[in-house]
């Protein structure tokens, strides 16, 4: 087992690095932080690289760590783990996982999330978790998207990127291809076309569009859809957040609130 005592050490300022978009796309490698997210990327097979683990972290999951491959696994001084933890309190465990090439979905079929330029870390990796609890079959990140390795969106989906596919894609071919299969598109807006989401019956499958905080889905890809949706307004709120309001329509559409 390697032993790493020193902030100054080539590694640990090549793993500082990952923590940038341009590092991680760069050295096509993100981290991840605390044992939850380090379990969930050994279970579902995650291409792990490495595990760095402080004094904490051998007391804490010194059991499960035993279980690990040994020449993947880093013990660091607690400095070193508190340079690269982005906690106020460290939980003395952190990964170092390979980005994997983009698999390609031939069978498009179940549900899926797009998002089109939902650019908060925390409500996309919200909404990942979600689609995942749902069941969906899988999200598609359009442009302008927050990316999924940000340490922001990683903490919100806890591990759901490893049980399902997210795809990064231009959502104006995605709706191509699920109308070729003739899976039904929504969108989400509220104008004098769009109908009430209940009054839209649960689907065998469909793709649903979430879209920025502020501008909403793009009028471009409003055009594309079979039919938009609104969530009524009860109280005196502007608007419902964009992930609260997709959890309300993908457990709509996929009849998961009525199983």
Request: glycine share 8%; proline share 4%; aromatic share 8%.
């Amino acid at each position: 087992m390697k032993e790493i005592m020193s902030n100054k050490n080539e590694l640990i300022k090549k793993i500082r690095k990952l923590y940038k978009k341009k590092g991680r796309e760069e050295a096509r490698r993100y981290v991840i932080e605390g044992f939850h997210l380090v379990e969930e990327a050994v279970r579902f097979s995650a291409p792990v690289e490495w595990i760095l683990f402080d004094e904490r972290g051998r007391k804490e999951w010194g059991e499960w760590l035993s279980q690990y491959d040994d020449e993947k696994l880093i013990f660091v001084s607690q400095d070193v783990m508190k340079s690269l933890s982005e906690l106020p309190t460290p939980q003395g465990i952190i990964g170092i996982v390979a980005i994997p090439d983009e698999v390609e979905v031939n069978e498009l079929q179940g549900h899926w999330l797009a998002l089109d330029n939902v650019q908060d870390p925390g409500n996309v990796g919200t909404m990942i978790r979600t689609a995942d609890a749902a069941g969906y079959a899988g999200v598609i990140i359009g442009e302008g998207t927050a990316d999924i390795y940000n340490s922001k969106v990683l903490r919100a989906m806890q591990g759901s990127h490893f049980h399902l596919p997210v795809l990064r894609k231009k959502i104006e071919m995605v709706i191509d291809s699920f109308k070729s299969r003739n899976i039904p598109v929504f969108g989400t807006k509220l104008d004098e076309k769009a109908v009430h989401y209940t009054s839209v019956a649960p689907k065998q499958n469909s793709c649903l569009i979430m879209g920025n905080e502020g501008q909403g889905v793009s009028p471009e890809l409003l055009d594309q859809t079979d039919q938009n949706i609104y969530i009524p307004i009860r109280g005196e709120a502007e608007s419902l957040n964009v992930a609260v309001a997709a959890g309300i329509l993908m457990y709509h559409l996929s009849n998961g609130l009525y199983q």
